[in-house]
């Protein structure tokens, strides 16, 4: 494979990933959905290229997002947890015992989500709104653990789809 082609695909992919960052920075709403989507396009690098590739590609997107997003903690959702996570996700699915694998993966998420909420108070000053005091964050926190639950499903099913539908022609527009 050239490495012409592997660079003009990890510019493109890191281009939107940015993009979709920016649409989930401006656009409230999907804040939260941005980052997985962004998470989800390192499928490509990872199945047809290698995970270096992926690796430069979520260090390039997140110091953009970082440095150019309008809303940090859009940028830092990916950054702490979703752009990083495909390329260990299969490290986590060796774990041979179900429950610890399981443990190992929700542990990780945690401490992503607490540091990315500490960096966006802490680092960029984001004010945390939470009128329902201790039990807000509880609730918080069981339904981000939910919404990862979901992801890592919805993970390995779009990589089952994207191998088989759009592997090939991906792998053909590489050679």
Do not use: H
């Amino acid at each position: 494979m050239k490495k012409t082609k592997i660079t003009a695909l990890s510019g493109m992919l890191a281009a939107l990933t940015v993009l979709f960052l920016f649409f989930g920075s401006v656009v409230q709403i999907f804040a939260y959905v941005a980052p997985l989507i962004s998470g989800l396009i390192m499928i490509i690098l990872i199945n047809n290229v290698n995970k270096r590739s992926a690796w430069t590609v979520f260090v390039v997107s997140s110091l953009v997002a970082v440095f150019l997003l309008p809303d940090k903690e859009c940028a830092l959702t990916y950054v702490f947890f979703f752009g990083w996570y495909p390329m260990v996700k299969d490290s986590f699915d060796k774990i041979k015992i179900k429950i610890l694998r399981i443990v190992a993966k929700f542990a990780v998420y945690n401490v992503a989500v607490v540091f990315s909420q500490l960096a966006c108070i802490y680092v960029f000053g984001i004010p945390f709104d939470n009128v329902f005091g201790v039990w807000g964050i509880v609730i918080l926190l069981l339904l981000a653990n939910l919404f990862f639950a979901l992801y890592d499903r919805l993970f390995v099913l779009l990589s089952f789809i994207y191998m088989k539908k759009y592997y090939s022609k991906v792998k053909r527009f590489l050679k």
